[in-house]
């Protein structure tokens, strides 16, 4: 038997609530005489789990019954995008003419791609105003399977997730381009539309799509599902001494623990990230990985796409979280009480930030500026390390 924590009707009164089912075997709700030990236990432990499983997977449930509403920030888009490409069954429509987007959300294209859902863009050419980056971000597409259609102008810029169907998503941006040069970090209005609430946008937008399929005569091929293989240490550590703090670095992939003296060097994870983890480990454990051991893509050309453990810098006060504050949170969500990441010893130069405890880690509930989120920021430190593993 399950039992919900909200009657039906009582829910129907109000909106912002939510079910939690909780397993309850053969124990009904008037069933006072079968209350033994063995069974109160088994109510409590399984109302625990129930309650820490919806808690792990809240924003993903609130976010799968939102009322479409107007969003600010590239963030929001970031959001936004995580849970319509997360729902994709079949097919997944880009428009933009910059794809800027896409390294930070790469691991949730990954994993729709893998599950063999169709991954198409429509974007403008040549893009309006972007740098060297943006063929790159194409190339990458198209060697995990992407179709790229390059067309001279775009109806509107976001996505569009299963249409036709009862079950299409869409997202619209008012950002065109690559943010920071076309539009500001934080203006980009953002909204989320869906079949069941919102037909006549949904259909306005598929006859949209329709035309320029017509028009640029698209022909799909297919999905690629992005096989997950090993990363040689070797490999992992070549690509982080092109880091140009690390360049006399050593390296080591340790078992870090999660205590009073482990800190970070930003005090929030970005909620975007946070929904993307869940469907990596799930990657991962299909493809034999523990967590966050070093592997990467396999790609359609032959190249690879890094999946690298946490980074840390090793300084006499201790271990300072460098990249991957989202995994280590996460880790901690979970209950355990370590994690596996690179440690950095012989580093010269000064943090980029000041450090500050793990335990003031917090999830970010909107766009938040550079600056707010990195203690004492100075851009001339960073560590440049997605460039550095993905020249």
Same mark, same amino acid.
């Given at each position: ?9 009582e829910q129907s009164l109000q909106e912002g609530l939510y079910t939690i089912e909780i397993d309850t075997g053969d ?29 792990? /997977? ?6 799968? =019954?939102?009322?479409?509403?107007l969003d600010e920030g590239f963030e929001e888009r970031l959001l936004a995008y995580v849970f319509a490409i997360s729902?994709?069954?079949? !097919?997944?429509?880009?428009? $933009? ?16 791609? /893998? ?5 198409? *863009? ?31 102008? *775009? @109806? ?10 009862? @079950? ?17 970090? !934080?203006? &980009? ?7 069941? $609430?919102?037909?006549?946008?949904? =259909? ?22 992005? $096989? ?38 930003? !005090? =929030?994870?970005? &909620? ?8 990596? #480990? ?7 990985? $523990? ?15 890094? #999946?690298?453990?946490?980074?840390? &810098? ?33 580093? /010269?130069?000064?943090?980029p930030v000041e450090p500050r405890p793990f335990t003031e880690v917090r999830i970010a509930s909107g766009t938040m ?12 430190? #960073? ?6 593993? =993905?020249?």
């Amino acid at each position: 038997m399950l039992w919900r924590c909200l009657a039906g009707s009582e829910q129907s009164l109000q909106e912002g609530l939510y079910t939690i089912e909780i397993d309850t075997g053969d124990v009904e709700s008037t069933d006072f005489d079968k209350m033994t030990t063995a069974k109160k236990n088994m109510l409590f432990e399984n109302g625990v789990n129930a309650v820490k499983n919806f808690v792990a /997977r809240e924003r993903e449930v609130v976010g799968q =019954h939102k009322i479409t509403s107007l969003d600010e920030g590239f963030e929001e888009r970031l959001l936004a995008y995580v849970f319509a490409i997360s729902e994709a069954k079949n !097919t997944i429509w880009f428009f $933009d003419s910059s794809t800027y987007w896409l390294f930070f959300i790469f691991p949730i294209v990954a994993a729709a791609s /893998r599950r063999g859902v169709k991954i198409q *863009l429509i974007a403008q050419a040549p893009p309006p105003r972007d740098d060297e980056n943006e063929p790159k971000r194409r190339k990458l597409l198209r060697s995990s399977g992407c179709d790229v259609i390059e067309v001279e102008s *775009l @109806a509107f810029t976001g996505l569009i997730v299963d249409y036709p169907g009862s @079950a299409s998503v869409a997202v619209i941006t008012s950002g065109r381009g690559a943010v920071g040069q076309d539009f500001e970090y !934080t203006t &980009e209005q953002v909204k989320v539309y869906r079949s069941q $609430d919102d037909l006549a946008v949904i =259909h306005n937008l598929g006859s949209s799509l329709a035309k320029t399929i017509e028009d640029s005569k698209v022909s799909s091929k297919g999905g690629h599902v992005l $096989d997950i293989v090993a990363l040689p240490r070797a490999e992992l550590f070549d690509g982080l001494r092109r880091v140009s703090q690390y360049a006399e670095a050593a390296f080591e992939i340790v078992d870090i623990e999660i205590n009073d003296t482990l800190r970070v060097s930003q !005090t =929030h994870v970005k &909620e975007y990230k946070l929904l993307q983890i869940e469907r990596l #480990i799930e990657d991962l454990a299909d493809s034999g990985f $523990d967590l966050f051991a070093p592997c990467r893509y396999t790609l359609l050309d032959g190249a690879y796409r890094g #999946i690298t453990p946490p980074i840390l &810098e090793m300084t006499p006060q201790g271990a300072v979280l460098i990249e991957g504050h989202t995994r280590a949170f996460y880790t901690a969500q979970l209950g355990r009480d370590r994690f596996r990441g690179v440690l950095v010893r012989n580093v /010269r130069a000064p943090l980029p930030v000041e450090p500050r405890p793990f335990t003031e880690v917090r999830i970010a509930s909107g766009t938040m500026s550079v600056a707010s989120i990195l203690p004492r920021y100075d851009k001339s430190l #960073i560590r440049e390390i997605e460039a550095a593993l =993905h020249p």
